[in-house]
């Protein structure tokens, strides 16, 4: 079982950054790729980043490459999402979850957590 928190969110403005942080607990976190994925109101969940256990192998989604970076820190059963660049349409509720692999599809994770919300005023 693995428990997912996220926190790190919030109001910005266009052009800035800011970097969420999703805290596991479990000691099987080392063992679990992480993904992050975002919904914005009443739009389908939609892939943002993934990384493997050993955080050698990321995945994103094509239209955000060069913006956002996800990392982990196993030794604080962590993973990060560095938002830069930021846009209006990167508003949305931004979700970590655990699962098998680094992959695209909300099937393969196993675990989520709550959310946290991202607003980016123009």
């Known amino acids: 079982q693995v428990q997912l928190v996220e926190s790190g969110g919030g109001l910005v403005q266009a052009g800035g950054s800011l970097r969420l942080s999703c805290a596991a607990s479990?000691?099987?976190?080392?063992?679990?790729?992480m993904g992050w994925f975002r919904q914005a109101p009443g739009k389908e969940r939609n892939f943002v980043a993934a990384i493997s256990w050993s955080g050698r192998n990321t995945n994103y989604a094509d239209s955000l490459k060069g913006r956002f970076t996800i990392s982990r820190d196993n030794a604080k059963n962590t993973v990060y999402l560095q938002m830069n660049s930021l846009k209006p349409e990167d508003t949305a509720v931004y979700y970590c979850a655990a699962g098998r692999g680094p992959y695209s599809s909300p099937n393969d994770y196993d675990y989520w957590g709550q959310g946290t919300q991202v607003t980016v005023s123009s």
């Open positions: 479990g000691r099987t976190f080392s063992s679990y790729a």
